[in-house]
């Protein structure tokens, strides 16, 4: 793949790259997460910001991937610093699916959802998702992934019910990522080990991901 966006004479195809291989590293605990900021602060500036809604879609995604880097770092300010950044450049082009990639105002505020989540402030989380509104038609896996960050956060502020039924509405909305993303996991096993007898469908939902 570094090869073809070398190859292809579009500076925005290299960036896209080095946005995926920074994807790749998000779970790759702190070493990984160095070299994604890495990946994310040399692709910017590579990148220049020609004015184009396209390249600013691009750059804008690579914040709002640093503002997850950051914040599996621990560090607030500086994921909240890359946010802003996105929020304003969403502003300017909107809702936007470029390069496979989709940025826009809703996209920032799902990752300023799970950016808290990371930093275990899960009261900040919910206030954050509470003023999301998901559009009809936007892509499944950052709807479902919405809905996983969202159940992780009730679930750490002993909302069982809607944790549970958050990731139901995830299931439904991005089954297959659903069933095997580890964070799901935790979740429906905290679930469990909140109550004396796990009630029918959540060992249903349990045994259908594996936990």
Not at 19 to 33: D, F, K, L
Not at 83 to 108: C, I, K, S
Not at 154 to 181: C, G, I, N, Y
Not at 186 to 210: H, Q, Y
Request: with cysteine; hydrophobic share 40%; glycine share 8%.
């Amino acid at each position: 793949m570094a090869q073809a966006a070398a190859q292809s004479g579009d500076p925005r195809q290299a960036a896209v790259e080095r946005w995926m291989r920074a994807q790749t590293s998000v779970e790759g605990g702190r070493p990984g997460v160095d070299t994604g900021l890495r990946l994310v602060n040399q692709a910017l500036k590579e990148l220049e910001d020609d004015g184009s809604s396209e390249t600013r879609a691009v750059r804008g995604a690579l914040h709002l991937k640093g503002s997850i880097l950051a914040s599996r770092q621990g560090d607030k300010d500086g994921s909240d610093a890359w946010l802003e950044e996105a929020r304003g450049m969403a502003q300017e082009t909107g809702e936007t699916r470029v390069y496979e990639l989709t940025f826009g105002p809703t996209n920032v505020e799902l990752h300023a959802v799970a950016a808290a989540a990371d930093q275990d402030k899960h009261g900040l989380a919910l206030k954050r998702a509470a003023k999301v509104e998901i559009p009809q038609d936007y892509p499944p896996g950052r709807a479902g992934h919405f809905y996983i960050d969202l159940a992780r956060a009730q679930v750490w502020t002993a909302r069982h019910d809607e944790a549970f039924e958050s990731l139901l509405k995830a299931r439904e909305t991005a089954p297959q990522m659903t069933r095997h993303h580890p964070q799901v996991h935790e979740t429906a096993a905290a679930l469990r080990r909140a109550r004396a007898r796990v009630p029918d469908p959540l060992r249903e939902f349990s045994l259908w991901c594996g936990v």
